[in-house]
């Protein structure tokens, strides 16, 4: 059965996914752009007529309007816009109050997700080497607004979650197309263990962007991403 989705940002995410979006069994109603979605005007009930789940890769000033607008109107939202996520309890209050759904993360690379899992495991194991110190690293595209990412600094929460708790130096490079590279180091004075997520295109994080909007058909409530990968599909 093929179910309509509407893309919220039709930039060069927004282009790829409605590529890919056919061999998830959905078929594009409505693509928006920032001239077509000002303030969240083109997310009306009669654009929407048609569309079971909306994917959101807008800029981070406009998530929250996209995201109550779809809330109440109950069209669920995978949101893979980073630098907005301080704003999470408002959208997680509009989506609760309207009965929606929402997915959510910094990074929607099932990949990525598994380089996570990695790094925690590795984190928990040098908590008690007091001789390692640990840092972050990563490149984007030049485009890419913030800086460090949500990824990275989604990365060095796990470590702390882990149990690492001596201190994290983190940095970052913006430059050219590259579509990411995350990095975390343990060095000592005898040695240095390095583990590194390279992204060779969008198409990543296009597929589990996709993988969740799939997901979430007919649920409600509030996810994020990290908490679903196990259950896509």
């Not at 007091?130 to 990275?152: C, F, M, N, V």
């Not at 004075?189 to 296009?206: K, L, N, Q, V």
Request: hydrophobic share 45%; with cysteine.
């Amino acid at each position: 059965m093929t179910r309509g989705l509407a893309i919220v940002g039709h930039g060069k995410m927004g282009r790829l996914i409605e590529q890919l979006a056919p061999e998830y069994g959905f078929d594009v109603r409505l693509t928006l752009n920032s001239s077509t979605n000002a303030h969240g005007a083109g997310l009306s009930g009669e654009n929407l007529r048609g569309v079971d789940a909306a994917v959101e890769f807008s800029t981070p000033s406009a998530v929250l309007e996209n995201i109550r607008r779809l809330a109440a109107l109950r069209i669920p939202v995978v949101a893979g816009t980073t630098g907005w996520f301080q704003q999470l309890p408002c959208a997680r209050e509009a989506v609760q109050s309207g009965g929606g759904a929402l997915v959510w993360g910094p990074n929607f690379s099932v990949g990525v997700y598994r380089f996570r899992q990695i790094i925690a495991q590795a984190a928990s194991a040098f908590a008690a080497e007091h001789e390692y110190e640990a840092w972050g690293w990563e490149i984007h595209h030049a485009a890419k607004r913030d800086a460090p990412s949500g990824t990275l600094l989604a990365v060095a929460e796990e470590m702390k979650q882990a149990g690492f708790e001596r201190a994290i130096n983190l940095s970052a490079n913006r430059a050219g197309a590259h579509p990411g590279t995350h990095e975390i180091g343990f060095d000592s004075s005898a040695d240095t263990i390095t583990i590194r997520h390279t992204a060779r295109s969008r198409e990543g994080f296009a597929r589990g962007a996709l993988r969740a909007a799939r997901w979430i058909l007919g649920k409600s409530g509030v996810f994020e991403f990290r908490e679903i990968v196990n259950e896509l599909g």
